[in-house]
Nanobody
Framework: QVHVVESGGGLVQPGGSLRLSCAAS????????MDWYRQAPGNQRELVAS???????NYADSVKGRFTISRDNAPNKVYLQMNSLKPEDTAVYYC??????????????WGQGTQVTVSS
């Protein structure tokens, strides 16, 4: 059984910062990458930032220069440092794990989400 748990969300004023954490536990053969997605009310879930097992990163244009994704390969943790937050960053943030089984078939795991609200 694999568990993906996010933490660190909350209410912050515009211009403030938050750091999200995500930990994946359980039996995982191999992790290819870990990502952060977000979903605001009425919107589709969108990719915010991703990081591969080798450390390569990718960001949505809307968060470049403000958000930083980082990772501890052992024990399977990923972080999202969010600075200069804007009201439009308000959303539920989800951690996603792109893993592989022993046959190299892809298995996706998701966390339950953590709410980030940016408001004065």
């Amino acid at each position: 059984q694999v568990h993906v748990v996010e933490s660190g969300g909350g209410l912050v004023q515009p211009g403030g910062s938050l750091r999200l954490s995500c930990a994946a536990s359980g039996t995982i053969f191999s992790i290819n990458g870990m990502d952060w997605y977000r979903q605001a009310p009425g919107n589709q879930r969108e990719l915010v930032a991703s990081i591969t097992s080798g450390g390569s990163t990718n960001y949505a244009d809307s968060v470049k220069g403000r958000f930083t994704i980082s990772r501890d390969n052992a024990p399977n943790k990923v972080y999202l440092q969010m600075n200069s937050l804007k009201p439009e960053d308000t959303a539920v943030y989800y951690c996603h794990v792109d893993s592989r089984d022993s046959g190299w078939s892809r298995i996706d795991y998701w966390g339950q989400g953590t709410q980030v609200t940016v408001s004065s």
